[in-house]
C-alpha cells in the first residue's frame, strides 16, 4: 500500500483502535458485492478525528479484499509467506542500513501535520498532495458513473478536472496565487504538480517560523480552493478572487495567532492593508 504502515501514519487511530490485530475479515463487511471497512473505537471519536477515520478509509481504499479467501498471516520476506528464523535475521540486518522506500515523499507529507491550521484543513491539504481527493478525474477512475460534461472543471469548463488543472492550472487558480505572490512581493517559476508547488511555495524563507507561515498560506489556499469548487458544483454558487484573497488573509492571519505562530504583534488591520508586505516581514 504505502511506504510506510498504517499505523504509523495514523498513530492516533492506531491507539484508539479496540483489537489491534483484527484480521481483515474482522475488520468489515461485505454489503452487497463492496467491502465496508467497519473500526471498533476505544471511545467515541471527536470531529476532528472522524475526520482523521474518513482520511484513513480512503487511504485504504485502494486496497480491496478477495471475498473468495480466507484470511491468514503472510510472512512477505519468503515466496510462500511461511516464517523462518533465517529470513527473520536477513530482515533485521537489511533494515539496519536502508533507508524507507521513499524518504522524500514522506518528509514532505509529514510536514502538513504540525502546520498552525486547523485539523480539517491539515486532512485536506493531505488528501491533496496525495491525489485523495473526489476530483472528477479520481471519480471515473474509481467508476463514479458522471453525467456528460460532469468531469469538466467548473471554473473553465472545458477542462477535465484534474487537481493538478484545479488547484494550480486553471486561470482562475492562477489569479489566486499570483495574487498571493503579489502580496508576498515574490514571484517565481509556477510548477504544474501538486507537490513540486507546495516544496517550491514552503521552502522559499528561512526558519521554522517562516516555514510555519508559508505552510499555513498554502494550506489554506488548498482548503478555501476546494470548498469554493464544492459551493460552486452543487450549490452553483460564484466566486470572487478578490473575496478569496482577503479570506486567505483573514483566516491564516488568526490560525497564526491562535496557534502561536505570529511572534508578534502586528494587528490584523496591518497586516490586511496594502502597504504591509508580507516578504519584508517574514525575510522571505
Ligand atoms: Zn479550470
Known sequence: MGEKPTSLVFPRLFSLCVNKNASIEESGRWAGGTWVWEFQWRRELFEWEKEMANALTVFISEC??????????RWKRSKDGRFSTKSAFETFMESRNVPPSDPESNTLLAKVWDAPTPHKVQVTAWRCLRNRLATCDNLVKRKVGLEEGEEWC???????????????????????????????????????????????????????????????????????????????????????????????????????????????????????????????????
Open 64 to 73: 480491496v479484499p478477495n471475498a473468495g479467501k480466507k484470511d491468514e498471516w
Open 154 to 284: 467548473n471554473g473553465c469548463i472545458w477542462r477535465t478536472e484534474t487537481a493538478d488543472h484545479l488547484f494550480l492550472l486553471c486561470p482562475k487558480a492562477q489569479q489566486v496565487w499570483d495574487a498571493l505572490e503579489r502580496w508576498m512581493v515574490y514571484s517565481s517559476a509556477s510548477p504544474s504538480t501538486i507537490t513540486q508547488h507546495f516544496t517550491l511555495f514552503i521552502n522559499r524563507g528561512r526558519g521554522k517560523r517562516t516555514e510555519n507561515l508559508l505552510k499555513a498560506l498554502w494550506m489554506c489556499t488548498i482548503w478555501l480552493l476546494w470548498k469554493r469548487r464544492n459551493e460552486s458544483r452543487f450549490e452553483g454558487k460564484v466566486w470572487e478572487v478578490q473575496n478569496l484573497i482577503a479570506e486567505i488573509k483573514g483566516r491564516v492571519w488568526s490560525w497564526l495567532v491562535i496557534f502561536n505562530g505570529l511572534d508578534t504583534d502586528v494587528s490584523f488591520q496591518v497586516w490586511c492593508s496594502r502597504e504591509f508586505s508580507l516578504s519584508s516581514y517574514f525575510n522571505l
